[in-house]
């Protein structure tokens, strides 16, 4: 069963801007964060940027801080990720998550990277960027 929708990937010439969406809506429980994270073939998975849906506060990992916007829509149960200034390295398959589980806000500042801090993945989407 799907229970994270994520979608919007594509290819763009560098410096184009492309937006992911993910839908959280078939998670049965509260989601407490989310974030989006990318993978290139034989690398790890990293954190790219997380929401906290309570607040919407964003963070972001510095190489897409200032390029990258994580915002939401709760009304739609939605995580979106717009990207502009895109880079060749910013080619990755992209992968949305989301945490059930209650964690303090100050906490989620300093371990939203972390991959097992998440409950539940979504299927990924490509993006690709060619210069």
């Known amino acids: 069963q799907v229970q994270l929708e994520g979608s919007g990937g594509g290819s763009v010439q560098a410096g184009g801007s492309l937006r992911l969406s993910c839908m959280y809506s078939?998670?049965?429980?509260?989601?407490?964060?989310m974030a989006w994270f990318r993978q290139t073939p034989g690398k790890e998975r990293d954190g790219v940027a997380s929401?906290?849906?309570?607040?919407?506060?964003?963070e972001y990992v510095d190489s897409v801080r200032g390029r990258f916007t994580i915002s939401q829509d709760k009304a739609i149960e939605t995580v979106y990720l717009q990207m502009d200034s895109l880079k060749p390295e910013d080619t990755a398959m992209y992968y949305c998550?989301?945490?059930?589980?209650?964690?303090?806000?100050?906490?989620?500042?300093?371990?939203?990277?972390?991959?097992?801090?998440?409950?539940?993945w979504g299927q990924g989407t490509q993006v690709t960027v060619s210069s």
């Open positions: 078939k998670i049965p429980h509260t989601v407490y964060y």
């Open positions: 998550a989301a945490r059930d589980t209650w964690k303090a806000w100050y906490d989620w500042r300093t371990q939203w990277h972390k991959m097992d801090d998440y409950n539940y």
């Open positions: 929401i906290y849906i309570a607040d919407g506060t964003g």
